[in-house]
């Protein structure tokens, strides 16, 4: 049912991948306007530079980075949309850009911007379209469908109009539609995109369910961390086009982020703290101390000891992670210095 | 060639629910239909009430060229250009990307995907005015005839196939073309009439640039006799060679598309 790879191999494998883009560059005004119109002045953008990464399969990946880090190019170029400047990848074994057909037979691209879906047709009729697109057989199609329909919920929208669908709705019938061919690699870019928290969630569900059962690879960017921390336990992290950290999530924080965040609350007004630790928050009986990772132990143990019953709670943990990648990105330095 | 047919069995079924979805304007498209055709053959009389042949075509003869005109811009209107306004708005938002991520032909997928099925009946009426028009010239249409007929016709709906794959082509690099189109379109209501009875440099035009003029012309003359299986063989090969660089220049856009989109 599922593309087959050998099992040792990656089911992505990037190696120094780049691309350049050219574009078109003009000031403003109708001037200028006009003199771009007879003769165009071209700029390059390096978007991606030379990132290699391996997947393999069954996992769920978290691709991160802030806006215009290269994510939704590396991932056009993985789904064969985009011709790369340089460097290689295979997915699933084949080149994506020569868009071979049982490459894409066994991927699938959904993109939270942008809908597949015709507008004014129920979704059931734009998925007998894609059923012939993709030949999907017909005892496999309902199997596929039910399955969907159960861990989505489909049932009361699949024969509304599509553009009668609310935007959480109308993502989980696009959800559908990319999934219809069983896919053994997705592709998901902003998949939650716009959605309220319960969509979130549900959205978020679905995903780790369908990769339980179905074995399926993915590849997932967003910018709600709350997505990546509930689905993915590697992390990929881009910025400026240049591959930034690869590893598991649990261990970014402490590649990351030097310093551990301790809370305390006390019984009355909050002192002078300052000689535990930066003091980054503090107001009535609640501060909050950023301490060096090494020393959290001993700072703890401190504060436990010199305010003895003045202490009603306290607690050590990492950073949030949004505050972990803000950090990153903020930074123009490429990591590799900042952690030398 | 069994799967594609099945694919385009369903794109029609899909669009079939799209346009019952609007069911005003499909009464409002029939309706509009009929005023065109009417108003067409009622200009070609009112020539004729002043004149019995033009340049060699009979009265009897302009109604199934007329016929033809309706039948070869029924067939194109059925099914390319519907398809091609999508890919146009495709290229613009972004869309497109999702066809190409389709295990099939992408111009096929392009070409076909969306119909305008109200178009169809273009197709019906159009067939009854050459019907009438044939009935009046009085002719004996033999089989072969008739073969050559539905040839030329074929060739000349690919003729003009060809030539809006090439227009639209254009929006890879320019995004907005419709102003392209909308000069197409204003050519082949030239096309109304046989291509022989226009001057030298706009037969010339209609012949080649925009090739209307042979593609409406054409069956005309085959199906009236004038025009043997020579001539419908060139034309197939005319049809082949516009087809063939047609689907190279798409090629080349798509490459550009792929090669610099974000």
Known sequence: ?340 | MVRYLRMFRAFAASEFQFEMEYRGNFYLSIFEMFLVIGTSIGAVLIMFGHTTTMNGWTLPEMIVLLGVYYLIQGGVNLVFSPSFERLMEHVRVGTLDFHLLKPVNVQFLVSTRHLRVVRAADLGLGLVVVIVGLLQVGAQIGVAQSLLFALSLFFGVMLVYSLLLGLVTLSFWFVRVENLLAIFWAFTEAGRFPVDVYPLWLRVSLSTIVPIGIAVTAPANAIAGRMDAVGVALLGAGTALAVGIASALWRRGLRSYTGASA
Not at chain 1, 74 to 91: D, F, I, Q
Not at chain 1, 259 to 270: D, N
Request: glycine share 8%; proline share 5%; with cysteine.
């Open chain 1, 1 to 340: 049912m599922y593309a087959v790879t050998p099992m040792d191999a990656p089911v992505v494998d990037v190696r120094a991948l780049r691309k350049v883009y050219r574009v078109t560059e003009r000031e403003t005004g109708l001037a200028a306007t006009f003199r771009s119109f007879v003769r165009r002045r071209y700029r390059e953008v390096l978007a991606v530079d030379g990132i290699t990464f391996h997947i393999d399969a069954g996992e769920v990946v978290g691709f991160l980075g802030p806006n215009g880090a290269g994510k939704t190019t590396t991932l056009k170029m993985l789904s064969g949309l985009l011709y790369p400047t340089g460097g290689e990848a295979t997915v699933l074994g084949h080149v994506p850009w020569r868009r071979e057909g049982a490459f894409l037979r066994g991927m699938t691209l959904l993109m939270g911007n942008r809908s597949q879906l015709v507008w004014d047709i129920p979704a059931a009729d734009s998925f007998l379209v894609l059923k012939e697109i993709y030949a999907v057989p017909e005892a496999q199609y309902t199997r596929t469908l039910d399955e969907l329909t159960d861990l989505l919920d489909l049932g009361p929208l699949l024969h509304k109009p599509v553009r009668g669908l609310s935007l959480g709705e109308r993502m989980k019938v696009e959800f559908a539609a990319g999934l219809l061919h069983s896919p053994g690699v997705a592709f998901l870019d902003e998949p939650t995109l716009g959605l309220d928290i319960s969509m979130q969630g549900r959205i978020r569900r679905f995903v780790a369910e369908y990769n339980r059962r179905s074995g399926a690879t993915i590849l997932l960017t967003s910018h709600y961390m709350d997505d990546v921390v509930a689905l993915c336990r590697r992390v990929i992290v881009i910025h400026h086009g240049v591959l930034l950290y690869d590893g598991a999530l649990a261990d970014l924080a402490e590649r990351m982020a030097p310093y551990k965040r301790i809370s305390v609350t006390l019984r009355g007004t909050v002192g002078d703290l300052s000689t535990y630790g930066e003091v980054v928050s503090s107001n009535e009986n609640l501060a909050t101390i950023h301490v060096p990772r090494a020393q959290a132990a001993e700072r703890t143990a401190r504060l436990v000891r010199e305010l003895g019953d003045q202490l009603a709670d306290i607690s050590v943990e990492d950073p949030p992670i949004e505050e972990v990648i803000d950090k990153v990105f903020a930074s123009e330095r490429p990591l590799a210095e900042a952690m030398a």
